[in-house]
């Protein structure tokens, strides 16, 4: 797995992490950027410091698998010869070894590799890579692992929840008994039948479950806020 010496890559991670990655080993130039910074001006900014001719953006907790290291390789190599300046790259969330490709957990595609030219902005609310010529789509995909445990799903859905609850009601909103209690049916309908999350079997079933689960917290929260402002009001 080698480049031609004129078609080097760079790769930008998007990470909070400085730590050297093996994954990354075979790419001439790795640029840190920092991913509480991340914003369109700031992968701009990256993009013109990277010194080689093609660039890989990634993001935190996405690695990237030997066989995608190659396509990747195999891809620069004849990029010129097939007339392509660029590809979308799939990502797929992987937690204890399986891959999801619906429900809210879904496979998204992105262009992620090109050469050194083009602009990122913001387009309905996502941040995106253009610049022209013609691209393709990878076949193997990014592994994106956002938690490494089961422990660290729960904490971080935990803290998330809170967060969502408190915005929530600083904001004035208010949640309902009967909603606490039918929200997450709705959720989950969502995310296994609407977002063909059965297509991924049992996993995508505990998946539709975990996102209901989420739901109630969230709205459990909020409920459990206005009842304590109500009791501060009935105490005064």
Known sequence: MSLDKKNQISTILISKNKTPRKDLAWCDQ????????????????????????????????????????????NFINLADQKGYTGAQIISKRVFLEQAFNYGAWFAK????????????????????????????????????????????LLTTTNQQTTIKAQRAHQHQKK??????VFSPWTTFKKSFFLKLGFLDGSAGFILATLEAFKTFLVNSKLWLLGQQKKTIRADN
């Open 175 to 180: 949640c309902p008994i009967f909603w606490v």
């Open 30 to 73: 790795v640029i840190i950027l920092d991913a509480i910074k991340d914003c369109a001006e700031n992968r701009n900014q990256a993009l013109k410091q990277a010194k080689n001719r093609w660039v890989l953006f990634l993001k935190e907790n996405e690695f990237v698998s030997r066989e995608l290291a190659k396509e990747v390789t």
């Open 109 to 152: 595609k992105e262009i992620r590799l090109g050469r050194r030219v083009g602009e990122w902005s913001k387009k309905n609310g996502s941040l995106v890579w253009n610049f022209p010529g013609q691209k393709t789509i990878l076949a193997n995909f990014l592994i994106h692992r956002p938690y490494q445990n089961l422990a660290q």
